[in-house]
């Protein structure tokens, strides 16, 4: 499987924009990227994803390079309840182990009031 | 809709026990997924489920967990004898129809082994 890479931790100031950047060099024409985010004490949520264009729901926007080796994760406006580990993962479209997500590390968001 | 449900919230036991965890997943959700979670690191999958069909236990440790889909609905996940390595978050997830249904993961099972 292709793999992302993330940096361990990040900071943010409550209200201001958070990029969450993921490295994906070796992922392939039809890997999906999804985010998925792990708040305290809580199983794993998920956020966005996305293929070649730019997207936006009501969470966060996914900003997704032009040759799709990076993807960055945007909060708009970072709130407390924010705080969490988000994970960048790579989706297959139809691996033979029937679209199970591999999680790596992921990068732990801090907010601060 | 109701989310994922899992029971217990929280466990200890001494190794060499049995334990056992369940899940009763999103209603109409046909794959089901069981996941280790170690403290500090990203979630692993130990199973899949279709229906009541095993799709990949590739990393399920297999001399001493098992886990069973039997109406392929609700999921059971045991292990038998546990041991220290044990110690982990269980996270039971569900997924819908579609290439990228999300992933529903309820809040799991904390086992602790002392």
């Known amino acids: 499987d292709a793999k992302t890479t993330q940096p361990n931790s990040m900071e943010s100031n409550e209200e201001e924009p958070v990029h969450l950047p993921c490295n994906h060099s070796t992922i392939s024409g039809t890997d999906y990227i999804h985010w998925y985010r792990q708040l305290p004490s809580q199983g794993p949520e998920y956020v966005i994803h996305?293929?070649?264009s730019n997207v936006n729901n009501r969470m966060a926007s996914l900003a997704i390079a032009e040759d799709r080796k990076s993807s960055t994760l945007i909060l708009h406006r970072a709130t407390l309840r924010d705080a969490a580990v988000y994970y960048c993962?790579?989706?297959?479209?139809?691996?033979?182990?029937?679209?199970?997500?591999?999680f790596g590390g992921g990068t732990r968001l801090m907010v601060k009031p | 809709e109701a989310g994922v449900a899992q029971s217990p919230r929280y466990k200890i036991i001494e190794k060499r026990q049995s334990v056992a965890f369940w899940c009763n997943p999103i209603s109409g959700h046909a794959t089901l997924y069981w996941y280790q979670q170690i403290l500090g690191q990203g979630p692993k999958l130990l199973i899949q489920f279709q229906n009541n069909g095993v799709v990949d236990d590739s990393q399920l440790p297999k001399d001493r967990f098992s886990a069973e889909r039997l109406k392929g609905v609700d999921s059971t996940l045991k292990i038998q004898p546990a041991k220290l390595e044990d110690s982990a978050v269980y996270l039971c997830a569900s997924r819908g129809q579609g290439l990228n249904s999300p992933l529903h993961f309820g809040n799991g099972t904390r086992l602790t082994v002392t």
């Open positions: 996305g293929l070649t």
């Open positions: 993962i790579l989706r297959p479209p139809n691996n033979n182990a029937g679209n199970m997500l591999t």
